[in-house]
């Protein structure tokens, strides 16, 4: 079964998280995104420290996390990133939004979870 959450409304216990260090890989999209938002020289070639924001599941797999990475002292760069580490689609945002435009009927909600990984 699929299974979406946010880092605002819980994430699973049981939820892999992705690992630092990891090399990553782009599709053609994502580094077409990153050029949009004059981000394409500053991508990551390995995963750094991260913000997770999601997590969407398959059963008990990952199929993919969206994480925030720090860009610049007033943007950060988020991450749309699948199990095999492919990196499907970036965007840019201020390090400052805290999207209170949350559609909390988008995610579901653990039965598990810590408060902090």
Do not use: F
């Amino acid at each position: 079964m699929h299974r979406r959450y946010h880092v605002d409304l819980g994430i699973p216990d049981e939820v892999e998280y992705p690992v630092v260090g990891h090399a990553l890989t782009y599709t053609v999209h994502a580094y077409s995104e990153a050029q949009k938002d004059r981000a394409s020289t500053r991508l990551p070639t390995s995963l750094p420290d991260y913000a997770l924001v999601e997590v969407e599941t398959s059963g008990p797999y990952v199929t993919q996390w969206v994480v925030r990475v720090g860009l610049d002292g007033a943007r950060d760069l988020c991450l749309v990133i699948t199990r095999d580490y492919v990196v499907k689609t970036v965007w840019v945002n201020r390090h400052d939004d805290a999207h209170d435009t949350l559609d909390r009927t988008k995610y579901d909600r653990p039965r598990s979870m810590t408060a902090v990984h």
